[in-house]
C-alpha cells in the first residue's frame, strides 16, 4: 500500500539496492477496482530523484508547486526531474472504466540531486512505434532503437525505456550498451529471456540482465509477449533513500526532511 492508500504491485524496490542502479523502483499500479486507487498520492515532496509514470489505460491528474498542473493520459508519460525539491499529487483516474500504469523511479548522481526542478510530458501521439519486423512493435519512450529515438531527452541516466511487444512465437535481441544496467518487466503474454530461453515467464516478472555488452534475447510463447525494457548508466554511489527523498547521506537526508517541516524545502517554486 502506497499513498493515501493505493493498492500496487512492486517489482523491484528498497530491498534490491544496488542490483538495478541507476534504477531505484518500479511500481506496477494496473488494477481493476477503483477502491485499488482512487484515493491517490496526495500532496507529497520529492527530493534526489526523477519519477517516470507510464500509462497505458485512464489517467492520472496532477498539480505541483512549480504550478504545474495537468493529465498524464493513456499511451502517455510524464519523465518529471525532482531534483532539489518538488511538492506534487498524483491522483489516478478511471477513463472507460480502466486505469493502469506504472512508475519508474530513477536515481540522480551527487552533482545532480539539487538540480531545478523540471517536466517532460508527452502524450500517446508524441511517441513513436517502430516495427523493426512483422509482428514486432516497439514503443520509443527514450533512447534510440531501430533508428528511432525517443522524445524523452537530456536525461541524467541516459536511459533506454520501451514498450516492446513480440507477436506469437517471434524472436528478438537488443544488445546492452557496454557498462549500462539493463531490465525488462513483463507485462502481458509470455516468453522466454536471455539464459533462462527454456523457461517461460508470465505477467509481472522482472528480469535483471548481466552488464557490458552483452545482447538480450527475448522468445515470446505461443501468446505472443510484452514487456517494458528499461536501461541505464549505474551512478555507484551511497544511497540514502527516506520514502519519496533519496540522496547520498542520512544527513542530507535528514535535513531534507527537517526542511520540508519547516517550510523551506523548496529552491524554486515556478
Ligand atoms: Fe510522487
Redesign the pocket.
Known amino acids: 500500500m502506497e499513498g493515501a492508500g493505493v493498492r500496487l504491485h512492486r517489482a523491484f524496490g528498497y530491498s534490491e539496492i544496488p542490483l538495478f542502479d541507476p534504477f531505484l523502483m518500479l511500481d506496477d499500479f494496473r488494477a481493476n477496482r477503483p477502491e485499488d486507487y482512487l484515493a491517490g ?1 496526495p500532496w ?1 515532496p ?1 527530493r534526489g530523484i526523477e ?1 517516470v509514470t507510464y500509462l497505458l489505460e485512464g489517467r492520472v491528474e496532477h498539480g505541483d508547486s512549480m504550478g504545474h498542473s495537468g493529465n498524464v493520459t493513456a499511451g502517455g508519460v510524464q519523465w518529471m526531474t525532482a531534483g532539489s525539491g518538488i511538492i ?1 499529487q ?1 491522483m489516478p483516474k478511471p477513463v472507460n472504466g480502466s486505469m493502469g500504469g506504472f512508475q519508474l523511479w530513477v536515481n540522480l548522481p551527487k552533482k545532480n540531486k539539487m538540480m531545478d526542478p523540471r517536466y517532460q510530458e508527452l502524450g500517446a501521439d508524441e511517441i513513436p512505434r517502430v516495427a523493426p519486423k512483422e509482428g514486432v512493435t516497439i514503443i520509443v519512450i527514450s533512447g534510440t532503437i531501430a533508428g528511432i529515438t525517443g522524445p524523452v531527452q537530456d536525461i541524467i541516466a541516459e536511459p533506454e525505456f520501451f514498450d516492446i511487444t513480440l507477436g506469437p512465437d517471434l524472436a528478438f535481441s537488443h544488445t546492452v550498451r557496454s557498462g549500462y544496467g539493463a531490465a525488462a518487466y513483463v507485462i502481458g503474454g509470455t516468453g522466454s529471456f536471455d539464459r533462462h530461453l527454456n523457461e517461460e515467464v508470465g505477467d509481472r516478472t522482472m528480469l535483471l540482465f548481466g552488464e557490458a555488452g552483452t545482447s538480450v534475447e527475448v522468445h515470446a510463447g505461443h501468446e505472443g509477449v510484452r514487456f517494458l525494457y528499461f536501461s541505464g548508466k549505474p551512478l555507484r554511489e551511497p544511497i540514502a533513500w527516506g520514502g ?1 527523498i533519496v540522496m547520498n547521506t542520512k544527513d542530507e537526508l535528514r535535513q531534507a526532511f527537517a526542511e520540508y517541516r519547516d517550510g523551506t524545502f523548496l529552491r524554486k517554486t515556478g
Open positions: 498520492f507529497h520529492h519519477t506534487h498524483e519519496p
